[in-house]
């Protein structure tokens, strides 16, 4: 944990990663949180743990983190320029945000960390794709690892193209798994199931595979085929899910539509 951390948006996403900090070993007396409507959640959670919650007058701290949304970054620059030092980490996980764009709006930055967490971040189950620019030093990617793989997965990317691509996979991936259970119980329903015990079964299957998958290092391939009788009834629906037209196909087009909107909107 970085020394000094000060967090810009302590909405549903930043809440959560400060909850995570706090929890990992974040010194709350360190900890600045700067929020216009803080929730009653986080002003409660700064009361209990002594964070500074919207202070007269901020300084800047050793990492700076930017949780506001993407389309705020331009009114808030200035008041945000003020809050980097010379020695200040930018940590961004505005959407769509290059490194660029924000050096671009914020001419004090010098060390920036680009991260894409996504929602189980919430409940620290996130995955994260995370680049460094080239001013990071060592003890900063150190920081900014340490901060991250708080919240869950945290993965290095080699460039900051990559960032597209990991919005697309893991960014945006949890609505692709809720959707499954959405239809996983539709086709419950129309095989005949009650609504309510078609839900539930397609829920717990769901969570069930994946605590299944995270408990055991085999890859997906291989726990697919260990639970697949030759003629069976996984087989029988395999054979659709896996047919030219059917899911790989289906999810390669998904992800290739979210990579190229997400580029359209970085700037």
Same mark, same amino acid.
Do not use: C, H
């Given at each position: 944990m970085p020394p000094s951390l000060t967090l810009l948006g302590a909405g549903k996403m930043g809440g959560a990663m400060l909850l995570g900090w706090l929890d990992a070993g974040l010194d709350p007396a360190s900890t600045t949180v700067l929020d216009a409507a803080p929730s009653e959640a986080v002003t409660r +959670? #700064?009361?209990? =743990? %002594? &964070?500074? /919650?919207?202070?007269?007058?901020?300084? @800047?701290?050793? $990492? /700076? $983190?930017?949780? $506001?949304? @993407?389309? %705020?970054l331009d009114a808030a620059a200035d008041a945000v320029d003020r809050l980097i030092g010379p020695s200040t980490l930018l940590v961004s996980v505005l959407a769509g945000k290059t490194v660029a764009d924000l050096r671009g709006? +914020? @001419?004090? #930055? %010098? !060390? &920036? $960390? =680009? !991260?894409? @967490?996504? +929602?189980?971040?919430s409940i620290g189950r996130g995955a994260t794709g995370a680049f460094a620019n080239a001013a990071v030093s060592p003890d900063q990617r150190a920081f900014a690892e340490g901060l991250l793989a708080a919240t869950g997965t945290a993965v290095w990317l080699d460039d900051e193209a990559s960032i597209d691509a990991v919005t697309a996979v893991s960014g945006s991936g949890p609505a692709y798994v809720f959707l499954m259970v959405e239809a996983l119980a539709e086709a419950g329903i129309a095989a005949g199931l009650p609504a309510d015990t078609a839900r539930r079964l397609a829920r717990a299957t769901v969570t069930g595979a994946g605590a299944l998958l995270d408990a055991d290092p085999a890859e997906a391939a291989a726990l697919r085929q260990a639970v697949t009788s030759p003629g069976g009834t996984t087989a029988a629906a395999l054979a659709v899910l896996m047919a030219e037209d059917g899911l790989p196909a289906l999810m390669n087009r998904a992800v290739a539509a979210a990579k190229r909107r997400a580029g359209e909107l970085s700037g």
């Amino acid at each position: 944990m970085p020394p000094s951390l000060t967090l810009l948006g302590a909405g549903k996403m930043g809440g959560a990663m400060l909850l995570g900090w706090l929890d990992a070993g974040l010194d709350p007396a360190s900890t600045t949180v700067l929020d216009a409507a803080p929730s009653e959640a986080v002003t409660r +959670l #700064a009361a209990e =743990r %002594g &964070v500074s /919650l919207n202070p007269p007058s901020p300084t @800047p701290s050793d $990492v /700076l $983190v930017l949780a $506001v949304k @993407p389309q %705020g970054l331009d009114a808030a620059a200035d008041a945000v320029d003020r809050l980097i030092g010379p020695s200040t980490l930018l940590v961004s996980v505005l959407a769509g945000k290059t490194v660029a764009d924000l050096r671009g709006r +914020l @001419p004090s #930055a %010098g !060390a &920036v $960390v =680009r !991260a894409m @967490p996504n +929602l189980p971040a919430s409940i620290g189950r996130g995955a994260t794709g995370a680049f460094a620019n080239a001013a990071v030093s060592p003890d900063q990617r150190a920081f900014a690892e340490g901060l991250l793989a708080a919240t869950g997965t945290a993965v290095w990317l080699d460039d900051e193209a990559s960032i597209d691509a990991v919005t697309a996979v893991s960014g945006s991936g949890p609505a692709y798994v809720f959707l499954m259970v959405e239809a996983l119980a539709e086709a419950g329903i129309a095989a005949g199931l009650p609504a309510d015990t078609a839900r539930r079964l397609a829920r717990a299957t769901v969570t069930g595979a994946g605590a299944l998958l995270d408990a055991d290092p085999a890859e997906a391939a291989a726990l697919r085929q260990a639970v697949t009788s030759p003629g069976g009834t996984t087989a029988a629906a395999l054979a659709v899910l896996m047919a030219e037209d059917g899911l790989p196909a289906l999810m390669n087009r998904a992800v290739a539509a979210a990579k190229r909107r997400a580029g359209e909107l970085s700037g």
